[in-house]
Nanobody, 115 residues
Framework: QVQLVESGGGLVQPGGSLRLSCAAS????????MRWYRQAPGKERELVAF????????NYADFVKGRFTISRDNARSTVYLQMNSLKPEDTAVYYC????????WGQGTQVTVSS
């Protein structure tokens, strides 16, 4: 069955960095474009970043451009989100999702940016 397991979140000070990971199984990861989403308390889930199956191209929401980088390792069936220059408004639960399996979600990983 499809499984998406996010990890790497935590508490970080403004300006800090985190690297999120999403381990995928149960589908052909190497053929799947992937996305990272986030959901802050009281807000709708929003798209953060996108990567094709071949890693190129990638796309980012305006609010993370220049700060976040999405990447993937098809041999490990894992997609990553490197987050730099974190801001308090980046606080949210972060989720990964396969574009062709839109209904499947993991448990997410909490990112809290606070001093």
């Amino acid at each position: 069955q499809v499984q998406l397991v996010e990890s790497g979140g935590g508490l970080v000070q403004p300006g800090g960095s985190l690297r999120l990971s999403c381990a995928a199984s149960g589908f052909t990861f190497s053929r799947s474009a992937m996305r990272w989403y986030r959901q802050a308390p009281g807000k709708e889930r929003e798209l953060v970043a996108f990567i094709t199956s071949s890693s190129v191209p990638t796309n980012y929401a305006d609010f993370v451009k220049g700060r976040f980088t999405i990447s993937r390792d098809n041999a490990r069936s894992t997609v990553y989100l490197q987050m730099n220059s974190l801001k308090p408004e980046d606080t949210a639960v972060y989720y990964c999702n396969a574009v062709n399996l839109a209904g499947y979600w993991g448990q997410g990983t909490q990112v809290t940016v606070s001093s």
